[in-house]
């Protein structure tokens, strides 16, 4: 199949041959959500801890006597029914989030994303992405130019100067194809691949 090849105005130049197996699959939303769900869910530090009734501070005192008062019995204030007392199935911080999924299942949802976004017009080639310098204001203006207000880069290497030019844009980012993600790649408006960066995507996802 064909992509689009774009110049530095972001307009279409040419076309550059890529692999249907990676960019021709069919759209697999069951899929798509189930990686996106593992992938976000495995990032989780699950650090978060709550207190339940023996780790509260709170005193071991009866609050009130057992009759006489109108009020349901009561032997401490650690009680889950109390404000301040702890909770019946805290959090703890030794919580595991993380999902499995199986390669063949990552290969092929990655490849269904790159596909639809193909199909939605919302992915093209560069020849290369390289900048001179590492200067923002550089390669800010290169994505002006090419009427890129969101936009993540796919280079097929990604030297010092290109690294150091784009990590203070928040609205690019630009990493190899190995760093390449599920979220990244729905997150951004348009996905820019270098012509090298194809052959390692098939490689990788074929």
Known sequence: MQLELINEQGQAASSVEAPETVFGRDYNEALIHQLVVAYQANAR????????????????????????????????????????????????????????????????????????????????????MKVDSPKTKQLAARFKAMKLDSVLVI???????????????????????????PVSLLRYKKVLLTRGAIDQLKEMFA
């Open 45 to 128: 530090q699950g650090t978060r801890a709550q207190k339940d009734r023996s780790q509260v501070r709170h005193s071991t005192r009866k609050p009130f006597r057992q009759k006489g008062t109108g009020n349901a019995r009561a032997g401490m204030t650690s009680s889950p029914l109390w404000r301040g007392g702890g909770r019946i199935f805290p959090n703890m911080p030794d919580e595991n989030f993380s999902q499995k999924v199986n390669k063949k299942m990552y290969r092929a949802g990655m490849a269904s994303i790159l596909s639809q976004l193909v199909r939605e017009g919302r992915l093209a080639v560069v020849e290369s």
């Open 155 to 181: 280079a097929d290497e990604v030297d010092e100067n290109l690294y150091l030019a784009s990590r203070n844009l928040g609205h690019a980012l630009v990493i190899e194809p190995r760093y390449a993600d």
